[in-house]
Every structure is written in C-alpha cells, then in structure tokens.
C-alpha cells in the first residue's frame, strides 16, 4: 500500500472514531430512559408506546442543549482538520 492510501485510511478512521464519539451520549441516554421507561411501564402495566417515546425526545432535547457546543466545536474541528489537509484526497 502507498502513503496516500494509508492517509486516506487514517483520516476515515478518525471521522469514524468522531461519529462514535459524538454519537455516543446519544445512544447512552436513549438506551437508559427507554430501559427505565420499560421497567416503569412493567411496574404499572402501562402498555402505551409514548410513554417511551417523549422521555427519549425530551432527554435528547436536554442534552443537545447541555453538550451541543461540544459537539459542534467538534464537528467543525474535525471539519477544518479534512478540509485543511485535502492534498491527501487529490493525491497533490
């Protein structure tokens, strides 16, 4: 393999490892309220689907606006770095 494609390899490994990251606050709070929201509807024997649904909207609402600057100061970081060194995409 030669430089360039080993370039091209470690810069899409660090947008995926950025999308994991970025990505994973999300998937945690959803996976907690939904697990907490069963366990609730379990104990009252709710069956009603937006009894899951809003608390997962609203939670994820919270927490855009909690951590949001850190995900877009780290999406236009990533952003500037791709953009920035873009000669590995043209082979330049």
């Given at each position: ?89 043209t082979g330049g």
């Amino acid at each position: 393999m030669d430089e360039s494609a080993i370039q091209v390899f470690t810069v899409a490994f660090s947008v995926l490892k950025a999308a994991f990251w970025l990505a994973l606050p999300f998937a945690l709070l959803s996976l907690i309220v939904g697990l907490v929201a069963g366990i609730l509807q379990t104990g009252t024997s709710v069956s009603d689907q937006s009894i899951s649904n809003v608390p997962k909207l609203v939670g994820t609402a919270l927490l855009i606006i909690v951590i949001g600057s850190w995900v877009m100061n780290s999406l236009i970081v990533l952003t500037m770095n791709l953009f920035g060194d873009f000669t590995v995409f043209t082979g330049g």
